[in-house]
């Protein structure tokens, strides 16, 4: 199920989930002049949550307005999203590319760490900016994922940018070659505890 949040990728990822023999259900693909609030967004996560459990779907993807974005939903409706997508991420891509390297911030939960010590993986950290993350993915030939902490992922051997659609259609490929579903990688990640404030 794809919550496209009334963005413009509403136009680009149905064609990339047809090549790869998707059934999706689309919600919310009419473009939208305004932007939504935070809490427009989380009430869309939530609808978003229900529809992928009413349905029996596999996942559920909301996907930001500038397409870089997105949030997950395994198939019992709950929310992947921040650093706990990025652990997923990395170790879905890191099961596939064993003994490669991911780039993540420096801010980032050292969750990171401990997925890539059991692939044999290895994590480069950079400053916390999205320039800093780009960059230290293009200097190596190594790296096969950059995630940024905050649901945004590069993959390098396709261009230095954030693309969610592509870390979509990369995360179905994973999963069907693995038979992993996303709830059975969610419970092998480490528990992740984040507190943040503003001074």
Known sequence: VIDYAYGVSGAILPEILSEFDCDAVVLNASLRQTSLTPQDRDGLLHQLGQVVEVLKANLGAQISANGEKFVLVDESGLSIRGEQLTALMVNTILNAYPKS?????????????????????????????????????????????????DTGFIFPKLHPGFDAMFAIAKLLEMLALQGRSLAQIRAELPKIYHKSGTI
Do not use: I, W
Not at 105 to 111: D, K, L, Q, W
Not at 120 to 125: A, I, K, T
């Open 101 to 149: 390297t991911v780039v993540v911030p420096v801010h980032v939960s050292s969750a990171v760490e401990q997925v890539a010590r059991r692939y044999e993986g290895h994590v480069l950290r950079t400053k916390a900016n999205a320039t800093a993350l780009m960059e230290a993915c293009q200097r190596d030939d190594r790296v096969v994922l950059g995630g940024s902490g």
